[in-house]
């Protein structure tokens, strides 16, 4: 395999998924020293030494889908800009928890797990309507549902919402509250 940069496909038409499948799994199939090679070719400038090998395959696989099928979308970039400056901006309250993402909180020592479903939430095998309701059911007192399960800021306090830009992780959002990796993510 030549150390040259993937071609812009998508310019002269459809991109063959079997194509691209071939030559990520070339690269990925690549000695050390042939990935730090094609980097350079790639980025024109050598890896970063601190990247491990994995790294940079990750980097030049995702350039290559880049390229082809395009980037971030404008309000993804906008998210992960806002994330940078360390300000989550009005743009993260949009995201939406897609069916099958799981929600965690303990509570009083007791474990509460909440599937969101495409109706609403369940938990302990019943339905509910909102996370107010559920947060009810397991305080016996109001509760910001979302609040609850840490997916909501509070006044003087860091953002839940970090967690749902970083869905492989499974970090801890709020009060004891996380956010596990749902089914769709």
Not at 117 to 141: H, N, V
Request: charged content about 25%; overall charge positive; proline content about 6%.
């Amino acid at each position: 395999m030549s150390a040259e940069p993937p071609k812009n496909r998508g310019a002269t038409g459809p991109a063959n998924s079997a194509a691209i499948e071939a030559e990520v799994l070339q690269i990925q199939a690549s000695k050390s020293d042939h990935v730090r090679e094609l980097w350079r070719v790639t980025f024109k400038k050598d890896a970063p030494k601190a990247l491990t090998r994995d790294l940079l395959l990750r980097t030049l696989c995702w350039n290559i889908q880049e390229k082809i099928f395009g980037g971030h979308s404008q309000a993804i970039l906008k998210l992960l800009a806002s994330y940078a400056k360390g300000r989550p901006s009005e743009a993260g309250r949009q995201w939406r928890l897609k069916p099958g993402t799981e929600l965690v909180r303990e509570f009083q020592g007791e474990r509460h797990t909440v599937v969101i479903t495409a109706e609403g939430f369940r938990w302990r095998g019943e339905d509910y309507p909102s996370l107010t309701a559920i947060a009810r059911t397991i305080t016996g007192t109001n509760w910001n549902g979302p609040r609850f399960f840490g997916l909501r800021e509070k006044a003087d306090g860091p953002s839940g919402l970090s967690a749902l830009a970083a869905p492989t992780a499974r970090p801890r959002a709020g009060r004891g509250a996380k956010i596990a990796r749902g089914a769709n993510q």
